[in-house]
């Protein structure tokens, strides 16, 4: 039996998925942070659920990385700085954002880390590593879906050009 045979757990992790896994758990602790400060600026009731939602899915992410990082003797980026609650109305207007800003970040950081997520499975030697972060993919992608209805419910949604042309045929 090899090196890498074996329990997954027992192998040792290479340097592309301690680096992957360092930056997934730094930027986890970051969207905990912003999110919550997003919170505060947030109307829409849904919009407020969703952020919530993104929060804990952040904070399950990080918890996960975290122990895989322990467990294997890395040390961990600094972790999310608990954020006090306000009231959305004590922010004035020019500088609150605004619910499909908000929306509209949090969409694109989905977008992204459905992209980091495959890049990360598509690296990993260690099954349990690659699995987790499918479970992250997976978890992702359901949450996108949710804040893409909530654009389109709300008039947030910002299409590409759309195409109505009847295609060309050549020949």
């Not at 996960?64 to 003797?73: D, F, P, V, Y």
């Amino acid at each position: 039996m090899g090196i890498l045979s074996g329990n997954p757990k027992n192998e040792p992790m290479h340097y592309g998925e301690v680096m992957s896994v360092w930056s997934s758990l730094f930027a986890a602790n970051g969207m905990i942070d912003s999110y919550q400060t997003l919170l505060n600026h947030a109307g829409d009731k849904q919009l407020k659920e969703l952020i919530e939602e993104s929060i804990q899915q952040a904070q399950m992410e990080a918890e996960q990385l975290a122990q895989l990082l322990k467990a294997n003797g890395i040390g961990l980026p600094p972790g999310p700085m608990e954020r006090p609650l306000a009231d959305v109305n004590s922010i004035p207007d020019g500088a609150r954002f605004q619910d499909h800003e908000i929306s509209t970040l949090i969409s694109s950081n989905i977008a992204a880390g459905l992209a980091a997520c495959s890049q990360v499975i598509g690296q990993c030697i260690r099954e349990d590593i690659a699995a987790m972060f499918l479970q992250f993919h997976n978890q992702k992608a359901a949450l996108g879906g949710r804040f893409l209805q909530l654009n389109k419910n709300n008039g947030w949604l910002v299409p590409p050009p759309l195409h109505h042309g009847e295609p060309v045929v050549m020949g």
